[in-house]
């Protein structure tokens, strides 16, 4: 999936929100095993985790340009997420 996006603050680009299936809560908005978005500010490609009401910033993605920017999760356990970007 692809996004083009003008570069200005606040722009939001793509959501991963999946749910663990059987897991207590799943039919409420409880039950997450991963709930992360993208969003740009003036320069940067940040990755967001959304908790509640309230989002957390767990780091820059790159700068914002038409390279070719690639975002991996790994979960063995708990969650780590290597970025990556390049041309």
Known sequence: MMYLL???????SAG???R???W???????GYIAAFY?????TNINVMYHANTTS??????GPFDHDWHT???RFPGWWL??????A
């Open 6 to 12: 003008n570069a200005s603050a606040n722009q939001y």
């Open 81 to 86: 997420a290597e970025r990556h970007a390049g």
């Open 56 to 61: 957390q910033r767990l780091g820059s993605y």
């Open 71 to 73: 975002l991996t999760f």
């Open 20 to 22: 663990g299936s059987g």
């Open 38 to 42: 993208l969003q740009t500010d003036k």
């Open 16 to 18: 991963i929100y999946w």
């Open 24 to 30: 207590p809560g799943a039919e409420s908005e409880e």
